[in-house]
């Protein structure tokens, strides 16, 4: 079994910074597409970013184009959000999900998912 933990939500005031990590401890991600995906209160889960292995392939929604990058460190076994100039809007649990290399991203393409992390931007 795949546990994937997702670090670093918050409160961050508009404007503000905040950095996620995604982890599987004891499982290479290298490999594997890692995607965000993020859940506000009474809306469904949609995808923010994704990152693939093999060509190093990103995708964004136009939501976050611009302020957030996706990047994958594979020493440290990691993939990381940073999120700049937050917005209230981008307040929601963000999920990190796995899917194989071949995996179009979306939410039914992902095949181990992390229990989320709250991040709320407000002044």
């Known amino acids: 079994q795949v546990q994937v933990m997702e670090y670093g939500g918050g409160l961050v005031e508009p404007g503000g910074s905040l950095r996620l990590s995604c982890a599987a401890p004891g499982f290479t991600l290298d490999g594997y597409a890692i995607g965000w995906f993020r859940q506000a209160p009474g809306k469904e889960r949609e995808r923010v970013s994704c990152i693939w292995s093999n060509d190093g392939r990103t995708y964004y929604a136009d939501s976050v184009k611009g302020r957030f990058t996706i990047s994958r460190d594979n020493a440290k076994n990691r993939v990381s959000l940073q999120m700049d100039s937050l917005k209230p809007e981008d307040t929601a649990v963000y999920y990190c999900?796995?899917?194989?290399?071949?995996?179009?991203?979306?939410?039914?393409?992902?095949?181990?998912w992390g229990e989320g992390t709250r991040v709320t931007v407000m002044d």
């Open positions: 999900a796995l899917g194989s290399w071949y995996s179009d991203c979306t939410y039914y393409g992902m095949d181990y």
